[in-house]
């Protein structure tokens, strides 16, 4: 079955059991060796990359849809989904189904709800749905270069720059970063997740601040250059920075 | 007209020209002499009070829907509304409208959009619709003791939590207090929003950390104490902490 046929026959199903007018967007960051990556797929028809969205069940909480969508288009499970950004503009999705015609369920004006997670890819098998030619971690730099379905791209920005202003005021690097980790290693995800570097003195010394770090009897061995000191995160301190915030009045 | 009429006329036309199943909630928190208000409609039916929300036009765009419905619903025009969080559980809203049948167009499953902001009362002059007995500011102090509908008083929190987070990292007072004012009174509206007392030495260390406050050559005359400093915004320093944040890498 070619991929126009497969959209048209899902069409009718997905009238009867879903409402209209409403979608949900998740966008799913990965931090791996050193690059953030965001998974996409790659839809069989038009050829063109899209977030792992989807329709919400008329008998379904949203935030139960979105976990449901996560699994059917990529086979994504247990991961902590956070609500970013709502896109309402009356034109954003409507003219990439345009060559079918106005009976197609797809092609209705959608507002979508964008959710985003931060992860460590490996924990993940991606399975691609029938939709989809292929499902992958694309690293945000090659972003330039592919072509976004609708307004994916504007989708994915705001995504990361709320995960940027996320990170000047809540701890993160835990389930990212291995038990032990170097402070250049810490420092490198806040410089792929800032897309900037980062002078290595003002961020040990602000990181050090947070009290959430815990230095450890131990080095890093085996390198060219005298052997770093190893750190974990102080467990207790963390959970308390993410639900109070670092820098509360 | 009685109040049951009047939606039930209204819900047809409503059909015609809004999206089912979504609609927009604005919070709108006023600081008014030391208190902290939320701006709320009585409804004629049921007499219960309920955020100024609607519903989203056809051929509107999301963002211009919810500045439509604080006009109309509440007179209250210019403002700027940040989106805070989505409410999308299945039986969230049916149960309100449950004296009518299914087809009204109020009584169907609506996902709502919360939108926020914080302003100065006195700029508005409030004008309650038809479907309103009257459209006040409320204390936060008083809702305990009202009777709110649907899950408004959820929404109303969560605005709430997001305020309180956002002034950690984004400062605030422009706009809410007069030109010139005192440290006891900027603490005072950080106070209100928070719902705790500061400490008044820990306060003033971190709001002057900030460096978004000019200290004038001037003192507040009058009391029975001595003259207090007065204060303004460094409004070039105040603008570059709202855009970057005010604890960035």
């Keep these: 079955m070619d991929s126009r046929q497969h959209i048209l026959n899902k069409s009718e199903e997905l009238k009867e059991d879903f409402l209209p007018?409403?979608?949900?967007?998740?966008?799913?960051?990965?931090?791996?060796?050193?690059?953030l990556k965001v998974l996409l797929l790659k839809m069989n028809y038009r050829q063109q990359w899209l977030l792992p969205?989807?329709?919400?069940?008329?008998?379904?909480?949203l935030d139960e849809a979105v976990i449901r969508i996560l699994k059917e288009r990529a086979g994504i499970t247990n991961i902590y989904l956070e609500e970013f950004g709502v896109f309402g503009k009356k034109n954003r999705s409507e003219f990439y189904f345009?060559?079918?015609?106005h009976t197609l369920f797809h092609k209705q004006r959608f507002v979508t709800?964008?959710?985003?997670?931060?992860?460590?890819?490996?924990?993940?098998?991606?399975?691609?749905?029938?939709?989809?030619?292929?499902?992958?971690?694309i690293c945000l730099s090659r972003l330039p270069e592919i072509e976004l379905a609708m307004d994916?791209?504007?989708?994915?920005?705001?995504?990361?720059?709320?995960?940027?202003?996320?990170?000047?005021?809540?701890?993160?690097?835990?389930?990212?970063?291995?038990?032990?980790f170097t402070l250049p290693e810490l420092q490198k995800l806040y410089e792929v997740i800032l897309g900037k570097e980062?002078?290595?003195?003002?961020f040990y010394r602000k990181i050090m601040n947070l009290g959430i770090l815990k230095k450890l009897d131990e080095q890093r061995k085996g390198g060219a250059?005298?052997?770093?000191?190893?750190?974990?995160?102080?467990?207790?301190?963390?959970?308390?920075?993410l639900e109070g915030g670092l820098n509360t009045w």
Excluded at 21 to 35: C, K, Q, Y
Excluded at 98 to 101: A, H, L, M, R, T
Excluded at 113 to 137: H, M, Q, V
């Design 21 to 35: 007018h409403l979608s949900a967007d998740p966008v799913i960051f990965g931090f791996d060796r050193n690059e």
């Design 53 to 61: 969205g989807g329709y919400v069940g008329k008998d379904e909480d």
């Design 98 to 101: 345009e060559d079918f015609d």
């Design 113 to 137: 709800i964008g959710y985003y997670a931060l992860c460590n890819p490996s924990r993940f098998k991606l399975i691609a749905d029938a939709y989809s030619e292929t499902c992958e971690w």
């Design 152 to 180: 994916h791209r504007e989708i994915i920005e705001k995504a990361l720059l709320t995960l940027r202003e996320k990170i000047s005021h809540k701890p993160i690097g835990y389930n990212l970063l291995p038990e032990k």
């Design 198 to 202: 980062l002078n290595r003195g003002n």
């Design 225 to 241: 250059h005298k052997a770093p000191d190893l750190y974990s995160f102080n467990k207790r301190k963390y959970t308390k920075a």
